[in-house]
């Protein structure tokens, strides 16, 4: 079992820049595929970061590419998104994610959740 807690979620404007911490639990977490999506108000969840268990792979959606950066502390059972050059359209609520897969890019690949944490981003 992991449990997952979201946190860095803020409210800030066009340009700046805010970094998401997920905090895990369970002594396996180094062996899981972490991800972040992103769910905005109407609109599908979607894939937007992935990490493989040892950190050495990463994926990125295009709309996130080049301005996000994922990362993983798996002595501190830790997930990080950084965001840079942040945009209206990357209001959302973002979730962090564990899967068993290598570098699962699907959210039925998925099989721990964290509640999430609201990101907007005025202009």
């Known amino acids: 079992q992991v449990q997952l807690v979201e946190s860095g979620g803020a409210s800030v404007q066009a340009g700046g820049s805010l970094r998401l911490s997920c905090a895990t639990s369970?002594?396996?977490?180094?062996?899981?595929?972490m991800g972040w999506f992103r769910q905005a108000p109407a609109k599908e969840r979607e894939s937007i970061a992935v990490i493989n268990w040892k950190g050495s792979r990463t994926y990125y959606a295009d709309s996130v590419e080049g301005r996000f950066t994922i990362s993983r502390d798996n002595a501190e059972n830790m997930v990080y998104l950084q965001m840079n050059s942040l945009k209206p359209e990357d209001t959302a609520v973002y979730y962090c994610a564990a899967s068993g897969n290598l570098l699962p890019t699907i959210s039925n690949e998925y099989a721990y959740w964290g509640q999430g944490t609201q990101v907007t981003v005025s202009s």
């Open positions: 369970g002594r396996t977490f180094h062996t899981y595929a």
